[in-house]
């Protein structure tokens, strides 16, 4: 966790990935940096590098950032190997440069998978997550004025398991962190989110079915429950959703073969 | 798509039929080294058990059709699923690979699939088909006269007297080389390690697994595991040490291995 603040201010050096758009050769590059304020996060120090490189009139590194305080889920780094750096439940934004050693080599590197094709040295399009998104990740309502609370009456402990999928930002560190490029925590996140709610049942067998085969034509890898993603998500989602999707998954498959009308909702 | 369809192209149905194939080869391996561990009792059980499985005749040949599409759709999803894979890496590697928390054996489920592939060909060629090993094959044995009834479950299944291949002495010629044991225990071992994550792996897959019963599930994978091996291990170390010596009315006891080399 990111907690307490250092007064020591360290020297590292930065090896970053630079390529200079989708599809050209691309190769690590050593940036020192001195004298560095512990307390900033490791965006910050890419932004003062930046800032240097653009005095020098050097093309300054391309990273993906937007909030800053771990909700929106753009900033994606590969850090020494593990997304977002060494600490547990945070994203890259929150990763602060007290987590490092005085001296140390970090190695910054893009979300890589074939789905996520690298845009610009440490921005890779992640609009795979959109299109899986779109094929199931919604309920079909009405919209309007807010609806009166606890119209719908909603158990506690489903609500609470709802709220933990529901956490999930996005960010696509379970697809970089997987070694099959697996998106099946994001998947299972937006699945179980809808699916514990009264409001997805509806659409809940159509949902999963749309879901995980839109992931699979895009090419995204199959779930070795490793756990690899749940250890690198940020919002620490529960490897335990990927079982309640393969159950979801597996029974919406047999409900359509078996019932009638079992798959409404969604068109495929 | 169809049932078909979803089990069969996508990634999460290919997992199911990877743990339905899974599981049904882990009740075969259990029921496999129940029957063999008959090696430590009379000669009669293990010879009596033998002669029962073949005079089952039809019924033999559906369970070993049926264990060999089990094998070929275990192997087939994991070839398909690896290719699958190795596309959705893409061509260009990280700089810094690392694990955050994989378990060690989940790692290497490729490797130990492997060899235990290859040891399977060999102990089926040894075993069971008899290209292996040929001299000390069953078939090419005298045969054993069973000394008792044997009965399986309470029925009675071969008669006193009645002629069989002698199996016990195939088994305990095998594991008297030292290449075949030491093989099969590194076979076992390495088979004990891919179901160390397989067994447990099939529940994740079924999506029968949950938080509140994983550490039961967890100390149940741990001790089929130890006990799956060491049963298994326990045949040739016991053979090639000579800890367990032939019964009297077996080829092996009237006639030593070393002995049997040395014969023209």
């Known amino acids: 966790m990111a907690a307490g603040v250092s007064k020591n201010n360290i020297s590292v050096t930065l090896r970053v990935w630079r390529q200079a758009g989708p599809g050209k050769p691309g190769g ?142 996005g960010c696509g560190a379970c697809v970089a962190a997987c070694k099959n490029r697996s998106a099946v925590l994001f998947v299972a996140a937006k699945v179980s989110h809808l699916g514990l709610m009264p409001q997805g049942q509806p659409e809940r067998d159509s949902r999963v079915l749309a879901m995980v085969n839109t992931a699979d034509e895009l090419g995204f890898g199959s779930c070795t429950n490793q756990g690899e993603c749940s250890a690198a998500c940020p919002k620490m989602i529960s490897h335990d959703f990927i079982v309640r999707l393969n159950r979801d998954y597996l029974a919406a498959s047999f409900r359509s073969a078996f019932c009638a009308h079992a798959a409404g909702g969604h068109a495929e | 798509m169809s049932l078909i369809g979803n089990l069969f192209c996508s990634t999460v149905g290919r997992k199911f039929l990877m743990a339905v194939s899974g599981l049904i080869l882990v009740g075969f391996v259990i029921g496999h080294l129940v029957g063999n561990l008959q090696i430590f009792s009379h000669p009669d059980k293990i010879n009596g058990y033998a002669q029962f499985l073949h005079s089952l005749g039809p019924l033999l040949w559906v369970t070993r059709i049926g264990l060999l599409i089990a094998a070929v759709i275990h192997i087939w999803a994991a070839i398909a699923l690896t290719r699958t894979n190795a596309q959705a890496r893409g061509t260009q590697h990280y700089g810094v690979n690392r694990w955050i928390r994989a378990p060690f054996a989940s790692r290497y489920m490729r490797l130990t699939g492997f060899v235990v592939l290859a040891f399977l060909a060999y102990h089926l060629a040894q075993f069971t088909l008899g290209y292996a090993s040929s001299s000390t094959f069953k078939g090419h044995l005298p045969e054993y006269t069973m000394a008792s009834d044997f009965h399986i479950f309470g029925f009675p299944a071969v008669e006193k ?70 049963g298994n291990a326990s045949m040739p170390a016991a053979i090639l040490s000579g800890w367990l010596k032939p019964a009297q009315g077996t080829n092996v006891a009237a006639q030593p291995r070393t002995a049997l080399n040395q014969a023209p």
């Open chain 2, 161 to 230: 007297g009645h002629a069989v291949d002698d199996v016990y002495s195939m088994v305990f010629y095998g594991f008297q080389n030292p290449v075949i044991s030491f093989f099969y225990i590194l076979a076992v071992g390495l088979l004990t390690i891919h179901l160390l994550h397989g067994f447990q792996s099939v529940f994740h897959s079924f999506g029968w697994y949950s938080a509140s019963w994983a550490p039961a599930l967890r100390a149940v994978t741990i001790i089929f595991c130890i006990g799956f091996f060491f």
């Open chain 1, 28 to 169: 690590f590059v050593d940036y020192p940096a001195k004298n560095v304020n512990s307390n900033m996060s490791i965006l910050e120090l890419l932004d003062v590098v930046n800032d240097e490189l653009t005095l020098k009139g050097d093309e300054p590194i391309a990273f993906a950032h937007d909030c800053r305080e771990g909700i929106c889920g753009t900033c994606s780094l590969m850090i020494d190997g593990k997304p977002h750096g060494p600490n547990q439940g945070v994203a890259s934004c929150q990763t602060y440069m007290r987590s490092f050693e005085d001296g140390a080599v970090i190695v910054i590197e893009p979300f890589r998978a074939a789905p996520f094709p690298i845009v610009k040295d440490l921005v890779s399009d992640r609009s795979a997550f959109d299109r899986i998104q779109q094929a199931g990740g919604f309920i079909t309502v009405r919209t309007g004025a807010a609806p009166d609370a606890n119209s719908i009456p909603v158990p506690k402990a489903d609500a609470e398991l709802a709220m933990d999928a529901a956490a999930c930002i």
